[in-house]
């Protein structure tokens, strides 16, 4: 790991700095799976010393992201096809939650913002850039959730979003052949929160997330790391 990929950060919470530095750097494959981080190059990068990397290291390891193994350093994780079935096991009952908090919130602009990045991802050129639709994909869900207002729930994706970012970021060629196919897969839960119907805004969420989930197993089986 010589390549410089972190950006230099001021003086502040350096350790939740650190964190999102690194935790950009994973989900881009600029630190893909496997890939080994020395704490020394991370400080010197992030113009930080070695205490605040270490901490981050064991912040990132309790998220799942590292792994440390002992008398060879902290390692980038690598998901198992196991590891994406449980992600979507235990996505579609928060984003379900997310999705009837929201509609019954009524607001008519939280559906819009969720409108807006389906219409980015709609203006995408059919051959355009998969890691953008990716990355409008990920905003999606988190939004999604942010939009809920609930907190515990935010806390909980905080971890889980940053796996399903990893993860689509290491697939992005082999889950939509189109923007607009990304789009359309999530039209369900719009339409049904822009209606205020929490419980088909709950179904809609709940299904888009399993039915992916079949989706990136079947990508990861074809097509394995």
Partial sequence: MSENVLQYIERGDLVDQVVDEIVAAIVTGQ?????????????EQ????????????????????????????????????????????LRAPLEGLA????????????????????????????????SRTITLDADFHDTLIALSGHRLLQEL??????RLRSFLMLKRKRLYQTAHEAAALHEAIVEAIAAGDGPA???AA????????????????????
């Fill in 157 to 162: 994706w905080a971890t889980i979003g940053v």
């Fill in 201 to 203: 805004a709950e179904k």
């Fill in 31 to 43: 630190f893909p799976p496997g890939a080994k981080l020395v704490e020394m190059q991370i400080g």
């Fill in 46 to 89: 992030l113009g930080v010393s070695r205490g605040p990397v270490r901490e981050a290291f064991r912040r990132l390891e309790q998220m799942g992201l590292v792994v440390k193994v002992p008398y060879r350093g902290t390692f980038v994780a690598t998901l198992t096809v196991d590891d994406v079935r449980e992600l979507h096991d």
């Fill in 206 to 225: 709940y299904q888009h997330a399993i039915e992916a989930g079949r989706r990136h197993v079947d990508a990861w089986n074809h097509f394995p790391p």
């Fill in 99 to 130: 999705a009837r908090l929201v509609a019954e919130k009524g607001d008519p602009a939280d559906a819009e913002r969720l409108v807006g990045i389906l219409d980015a991802m709609r203006r995408l050129p059919p051959s355009g850039d998969h």
